[in-house]
């Protein structure tokens, strides 16, 4: 009897002992390779598609950052929604990226990711406040350029020159209710100082043509053309300077680095997980 009750206990103990080995074989698969796999592959699945519209975007960036006598010449509204959509693009992959630093699997990746899209989403919120600028002053030219420069008398002159006066005016007071971006407040200053040449042309230009005073006319003429091509000249050079010390391509640089790091890791996490 006893040597039954030892068998039947030794059996007992055999079946619990095979069943914690087989639970705790379940357990450490689920926890070492089924989660991680599991982890690895909601990532793909939540991010990889944001991330493929971000580099898609990135190449547009780096145009705009490289071309700006390109970017400023004009169709500043079409650009401005580019860079909007842009921008929406790298806020969707960072909101999707959400979670993802506290699991083991992705949070290197879930890092560089971020910093990628904090680099991208700050360099284009400091371009869209530049374009903002430039959109007053593209309304400004635009002004300028529907202006009736046909004169046959001295009456249409004058029109001319109180049209020309009126939109400086405009446009000088438009540009003077927004707050010039640090990085140009040398272009902003030469704009504003060719808007008040332009006053000040129009003010002597207006006093002459009501004296009937031809050659003060001729004279206030080539003066005016004189001090607005000095002031052109010095807006083309704080452009250039502008381009040369500008930050945005350093941080262009930066974001690229980010992209193929981030490509990488993405691969090698499809690899490992046979996703």
Same mark, same amino acid.
């Given at each position: 009897? @006893?040597?039954?009750?030892? @068998?039947?206990?030794?059996?007992?103990? +055999? *079946?619990?002992?095979? =069943?914690? =080995? =087989?639970?705790?074989?379940?357990?450490?698969?689920?926890?070492?390779?089924?989660?991680? $796999?599991?982890?690895?592959?909601?990532?793909?699945?939540?991010?990889? %598609? #944001?991330?493929?519209? +971000?580099?898609?975007? *990135?190449?547009? =960036?780096?145009? +705009?950052?490289? #071309?700006? #006598?390109d970017f400023v010449s004009g169709e500043m509204e079409q650009k401005t929604a580019k860079l909007t959509e842009t921008k929406k693009s790298f806020e969707d992959l960072k909101s999707t990226l959400t979670g993802f630093q506290n699991k083991q699997e992705t949070k290197e990746l879930s890092s560089i990711l971020n910093q990628y899209c904090d680099k991208s989403i700050n360099l284009l919120n400091n371009i869209l406040t530049i374009s903002e600028y430039f959109k007053k002053v593209e309304k400004s030219v635009s002004a300028f350029n529907s202006l009736n420069t046909q004169t046959n008398s001295i009456d249409e002159l004058k029109?001319?020159?109180?049209?020309?006066?009126?939109?400086?005016?405009?446009?000088?007071?438009e540009l003077e209710k927004i707050e010039a971006p640090q990085a140009i407040l %040398?272009?902003?200053?030469?704009y504003k100082d060719l808007l008040? $040449?332009?006053?000040?042309s129009a003010n002597l230009l207006t006093a002459a043509i009501e004296q009937n005073n031809i050659s003060e006319v001729e !004279? *206030?003429?080539?003066?005016?053309?004189?001090? *607005?091509?000095?002031?052109?000249? $010095?807006l083309s050079t704080d452009l250039t300077s502008f381009i040369e010390t500008s930050n945005m391509?350093?941080?262009?640089?930066?974001?690229?680095?980010?992209?193929?790091?981030?490509?990488?890791?993405?691969? !090698?996490?499809? #690899?490992?997980?046979?996703?």
């Open positions: 009897m @006893k040597t039954e009750v030892i @068998k039947a206990h030794w059996k007992l103990y +055999t *079946v619990f002992s095979v =069943l914690t =080995l =087989l639970v705790g074989s379940a357990l450490i698969y689920y926890f070492l390779f089924f989660v991680p $796999q599991l982890n690895a592959k909601d990532f793909v699945t939540k991010n990889e %598609g #944001n991330f493929l519209r +971000t580099k898609d975007n *990135v190449s547009y =960036l780096e145009e +705009t950052v490289s #071309n700006w #006598n029109k001319l020159v109180l049209d020309f006066k009126s939109v400086s005016e405009s446009s000088l007071a %040398g272009i902003d200053k030469d008040r $040449q332009y006053i000040e !004279k *206030v003429g080539k003066s005016s053309d004189e001090a *607005v091509s000095l002031i052109a000249n $010095q391509a350093k941080d262009m640089e930066l974001i690229k680095s980010f992209k193929k790091l981030g490509e990488e890791k993405i691969a !090698k996490l499809k #690899n490992k997980y046979k996703i």
